[in-house]
Structure formats: structure tokens, C-alpha cells
């Protein structure tokens, strides 16, 4: 028996009921998601190596980095090994020497990147984003840096004219989903096929529970 808690455990469902279905909502323009049951979220469970060092989650990434840029090694470290994504967003909010109108301007540098290795190293979370098309990607969340600043049940949510959010994440993925498209297409194929991308990546891990109350 599970019990649907959507900022919880969606991902935690059976694959026959569709749990990434139940992490978003789209019309003809527009795919929003939220949550650790979509594989876009940065909460999704994809091992990806970037110069070397191993990342369990995109956040990880993103939060590694903010750390990096801050000179907060005490806060990186603990990031790196954080038992969960839920921890490490947690974490990535104590960053030390943390100055606001830096980070707006390298926060889309950081995920962009974290999310093209993620995504070329883990062709099933690849063929998810590009199988969204050209629609627009919105982060479903009231976070107004990462989302559109709009919930997953808000009525207004894909309408873009109701968005009050930078969508950093959402940007971000359209960008990455941009250059997996130009290198398929380099690489004369139809089809996503990991000779295409990175090959070399880490062993998959079983996905950590997120604690109760954390979501992305």
C-alpha cells in the first residue's frame, strides 16, 4: 500500500502508475514537474562524473559548486557526502560568505552544466527530456530563482503569462535538451544511443528515501 504525498514519495510508486506522469502537468506549449519522481528534477536518482568526481544527484552538483564558489570547503564536503538530495539542499542553503548577486549570476552556469553530464550519462533520463519536445520546461515550484514561482496545482501554471519565478532550472534543461539534439544530429542518428554521449559513468545506486518535509 503506498500512500501519494506528492513533495514525499511519488517516486516511491510501483512503475505502473505512472509516478512521473503524476509529477507534472502540460498542454501544447508547456511541460511543468516537481519532485523526486520525475527524472528531471534535480532530486532524481542519476550518477554522473564531472572532472573526475562522482555526483549521486544534480543537486549535489549545483550544491557542490555553490559551495566552491563561496570558498566554503567545510559545507562541499559534507554536500559530497550527503546521504540524500533532501540533505544536500539543506546544506546548500548554510553556505558560508554566501553573496546573493553572485550566485544569481553563476546558479544557470552551474546547473547547466551538472545537468548536460547528468543527462549524457544516463540515457534514460535523456530520452525523457527529449522526448518533451519543444515545449517550454517550468519548474513547478514557488521558488522564484529555480521555478516559475507557480505550484504544481496552480491554475495559472502553464500559462507563462502568469509565471513570477526566473526559472533557472527549466532554462537550464531547455539548453542542455538544445545540445543533446545538436550532437544526435552530428552524430547522423535518429535515436539516442549512449556511443553518442559520455560513456564512461558510475555504477547506478538504489535510490535514498527523502526526509519528510524536503522536496525540489
Same mark, same amino acid.
Given at each position: 500500500?503506498?500512500?501519494?504525498?506528492?513533495?514525499?514519495?511519488?517516486?516511491?510508486?510501483?512503475?505502473?502508475?505512472?509516478? =512521473?506522469?503524476?509529477?507534472?502537468?502540460?498542454?501544447?506549449?508547456?511541460?511543468?514537474?516537481?519532485?523526486?519522481?520525475?527524472?528531471?528534477?534535480?532530486?532524481?536518482?542519476?550518477?554522473f562524473?564531472?572532472?573526475?568526481? =562522482?555526483?549521486?544527484?544534480? &543537486?549535489q552538483?549545483i550544491?557542490?559548486?555553490?559551495?566552491?564558489?563561496?570558498?566554503?570547503?567545510?559545507?562541499?564536503?559534507?554536500?559530497?557526502?550527503?546521504?540524500?538530495?533532501?540533505?544536500?539542499?539543506?546544506?546548500?542553503?548554510r553556505?558560508?560568505?554566501?553573496?546573493?548577486?553572485?550566485? &544569481?549570476?553563476?546558479?544557470?552556469?552551474?546547473?547547466?552544466?551538472?545537468?548536460?553530464?547528468?543527462?549524457?550519462?544516463?540515457?534514460?533520463?535523456?530520452?525523457?527530456?527529449?522526448?518533451?519536445?519543444n515545449? =517550454?520546461?517550468?519548474?513547478?515550484?514557488?521558488?522564484?530563482?529555480?521555478?516559475?514561482?507557480?505550484?504544481?496545482?496552480?491554475?495559472?501554471?502553464?500559462?507563462?503569462?502568469h509565471?513570477?519565478?526566473?526559472?533557472?532550472?527549466?532554462?537550464?534543461?531547455?539548453?542542455?535538451?538544445?545540445?543533446?539534439?545538436?550532437?544526435?544530429?552530428?552524430?547522423?542518428?535518429?535515436?539516442?544511443?549512449?556511443?553518442?554521449? &559520455?560513456?564512461?559513468?558510475?555504477?547506478?545506486?538504489?535510490?535514498?528515501?527523502?526526509?519528510?518535509?524536503?522536496?525540489?
Amino acid at each position: 500500500m503506498f500512500t501519494i504525498r506528492p513533495k514525499n514519495n511519488l517516486n516511491e510508486l510501483p512503475p505502473h502508475l505512472q509516478p =512521473e506522469k503524476l509529477c507534472q502537468r502540460e498542454n501544447d506549449r508547456v511541460l511543468a514537474w516537481f519532485g523526486q519522481g520525475s527524472r528531471l528534477s534535480n532530486f532524481s536518482e542519476s550518477p554522473f562524473k564531472v572532472d573526475n568526481t =562522482e555526483y549521486k544527484w544534480n &543537486e549535489q552538483f549545483i550544491g557542490a559548486g555553490k559551495a566552491t564558489l563561496f570558498n566554503d570547503d567545510v559545507t562541499r564536503e559534507k554536500i559530497m557526502k550527503a546521504k540524500s538530495p533532501a540533505v544536500v539542499k539543506a546544506l546548500s542553503s548554510r553556505v558560508k560568505n554566501f553573496i546573493p548577486q553572485k550566485w &544569481e549570476q553563476e546558479c544557470g552556469k552551474i546547473a547547466f552544466k551538472g545537468a548536460l553530464a547528468k543527462f549524457e550519462q544516463n540515457a534514460d533520463h535523456a530520452n525523457v527530456l527529449l522526448a518533451t519536445g519543444n515545449k =517550454e520546461l517550468a519548474e513547478a515550484t514557488r521558488d522564484k530563482t529555480w521555478g516559475v514561482g507557480l505550484s504544481l496545482s496552480d491554475p495559472g501554471l502553464l500559462d507563462p503569462t502568469h509565471w513570477t519565478g526566473a526559472n533557472v532550472m527549466g532554462n537550464a534543461l531547455m539548453k542542455v535538451r538544445d545540445t543533446l539534439r545538436s550532437r544526435i544530429s552530428s552524430a547522423s542518428t535518429s535515436s539516442l544511443d549512449d556511443s553518442v554521449f &559520455e560513456t564512461q559513468r558510475p555504477e547506478p545506486r538504489v535510490a535514498n528515501e527523502v526526509p519528510p518535509d524536503f522536496a525540489y
